[in-house]
């Protein structure tokens, strides 16, 4: 069973995207709308605009390491959120 998860926020207000891993994703968006995440704070409220489940915690962490680099924005960007994100330098 997947049990944990990659996702991405989208920030209905301002030009910025989030991403982290959970294993409740539900829980999650709340604190991130409910403004009890310090990174995101400002950004509120949020949707989420993807997410990608795997099978463990190790691989999500992987994973969302990845994304945020240069050539995992890139795709993220590109191939994940095509429809979603302007294809701006952010």
């Known amino acids: 069973m997947l049990e944990w998860c990659v996702y991405i926020l989208k920030s209905l207000t301002r030009d910025f995207i989030y991403v982290c891993s959970t294993n409740n994703l539900v829980r999650r968006l709340s604190e991130h709308n409910n403004g009890l995440v310090q990174s995101t704070k400002a950004y509120r409220p949020f949707e989420i605009a993807a997410f990608i489940a795997v099978k463990t915690e190790k691989k999500a962490r992987q994973l969302e390491r990845y994304l945020k680099t240069g050539s995992g924005k890139a795709i ?14 952010t």
């Open 76 to 89: 993220l960007k590109k191939r994940i959120l095509a429809d979603e994100v302007p294809h701006s330098g």
